[in-house]
DNA sequence: GCCGCGCCGAAAATATCTTTCAGGGTGTGA
DNA sequence: TCACACCCTGAAAGATATTTTCGGCGCGGC
């Protein structure tokens, strides 16, 4: 982190330190064949990789250096040679640290104790990845819009929808004007009022969901400020959002649906712009927790024991 | 050239991997004195030194890139390759290391950084906290009352409601008929149609939640299986519950409301009640999956490039 | 004071990494 | 169906980094 370029500009991205593994994934589907080879056998085996010089990684990927450059530089590495230390990191990391664990995917006859075990690791490692690939300074820059908002609509259709409920009850819950929209008709025509100082955020995994594009692009013209939470840092939707925040690609199979990982990570940085943004405003969004939490207290029977 | 085999026979010592610091200080009195100046560096700031070349780190030791490479060899690596790739690997371990040092509260001026680590580590202890404490035969019995149910009601409101809906999403999507209900006294109007061998699901993180409680008994007491997700099992809801599913319950505070992590556990618990249930009934439920997939993909944009 | 020993750094030699450029494949539009 | 354009891909040239070589210089012994 205390990398010694100061640089700067719009996005700088820095070198992913340990998540890499996660970058990949996040990546692979925008590269080439021949990229993704690269791309694989360094995720698969990275203290080996680090062993080997680009020569020796083109040959053992059956490409040639160039390409073994251009993917280093595609996971935001300025070349080889610093994606090479950030492999030595990682396997470093691997070997004192965890366990491989669990790398099977879940089965049609697993017993139910290995798919809890299983399905909480993968959340798990979810988390982690998205945590490690997020980017604080779009983080940072989307909560100090939020938190200045006029007004904020939050957009998201199926599972996705459900994460800018999430979102946006938090956001009322400390004072904040914010709005849900799944249906894409509403959305659409709500944002046409949005204006300069406005925030709109589109949650989409694909990135890719015209549903959610299209209302971030009226936004986006309307002169809003606009944020995209998503799993595709290149995909369509980032057109649109001034600031990017991505998630995690955890696998996914059949049994698995992208539904079920994405939405861990997007929930994850839900959460940290809701608390970023309870801080910047702490003064008003403390004392609205307490009364929310003080308005619902008569719904609630008595526990039979406990506090 | 000598990158490809670790050579061999009587190889004196294998690289250190990570007890550099210990080499050093070990073989510093056999140094001469621009050596020490380089591997004090070196044990110093391991992450600094690996972010320099040969040429840098010399100039920053006021030595020669000569001098560099003979304590890279000195320290049992073959150059000064090698030790930075060392270098790198220790650094990361470091800051690995450090990362348990999280433990504190979210405190209103900690950095962005902060809280994406904070809550990203809570959510992972959350993840691991309910599986280990899930009870897997009352979670089978679930499964099996779900997979074989005529239909399914679920229960929550507030953040609990997100949850809610996303399990009847995901229900439906195999097949199930599934319906969530966060208004209280539609759901309990619903309950009243259920009968046995029909499902009500009630998802609370209090358990005392009276607008969930309340159609949870209706359900129960016309004979529905009834489920209880839940942080308190020994809450009011589970008076009515046939099985009753614990979540764990993290820490929460001021800037964490309980809303936040319990949602995380509650998720666990979902996705492995549909996993379960896919499992179960995976004839019909893959092809369900498939065709959901299907209906959906023309809703997507194309992504700038593909596979 | 002279000599030998070995540490030290500048520069050459080599290996490694990066960039450039042209061939070839693929999908698209007519 | 054919032609076009685009972009991936790898070979080789160009730039950096690392390693080796070699001669100077200080230090202690005689």
């Given at each position: 982190m205390k990398e010694i370029f100061a640089g700067g500009g719009s996005a700088p991205a820095p070198p992913a330190p340990a998540a890499l593994a996660a970058k990949v994934r996040t990546l692979a589907p925008s590269m080439t064949r021949s990229m993704q080879r690269v791309a694989e056998a360094v995720a698969d085996d990275p203290a080996g990789c680090a062993a080997l010089t680009v020569t020796g990684l083109a040959e053992l990927t059956g490409t040639s250096e160039a390409t073994v450059v251009r993917t280093a530089r595609l996971l935001g590495y300025p070349g080889y040679r610093d994606l090479r230390l950030a492999l030595a990191g990682l396997a470093a990391q691997q070997q004192s640290g965890r366990?491989?664990?669990?790398t099977t995917d879940i089965a049609v006859d697993d017993p139910i104790a290995d798919v809890v075990a299983k399905l909480a690791y993968d959340e798990q490692q979810t988390l982690a990845d998205t945590a490690a690939g997020l980017d604080t300074v779009q983080l940072a820059a989307a909560v100090t819009a939020l938190a200045g908002a006029r007004r904020t609509d939050v957009y998201g259709v199926g599972a996705s929808g459900l994460v800018a409920q999430d979102l946006t009850q938090k956001l009322l819950r400390i004072g904040l004007l914010a709005h849900a929209h799944s249906d894409p008709h509403l959305a659409v025509t709500n944002a046409v009022q949005l204006r300069p100082g406005d925030v709109a955020i589109a949650i989409t995994?694909?990135?890719?969901t015209g549903d959610v594009i299209e209302p971030l692009r009226v936004a986006f013209e309307h002169g809003a400020t606009t944020v995209a939470v998503t799993g595709?840092?290149?995909?369509?939707?980032?057109?649109?959002?001034d600031h990017v925040l991505t998630t995690s690609t955890a696998r996914e199979s059949e049994l698995r649906p992208a539904a079920m990982s994405s939405r861990t990570g997007q929930l994850l940085v839900v959460d940290c712009l809701f608390v970023g943004v309870a801080q910047r405003t702490y003064d008003a969004a403390a004392p609205a927790l307490a009364a929310s939490y003080e308005a619902l207290a008569h719904r609630h029977r008595a526990a039979r024991r406990g506090p």
């Open positions: 366990a491989p664990a669990i995994h694909s990135g890719t595709r840092p290149d995909s369509p939707v980032t057109q649109y959002a």
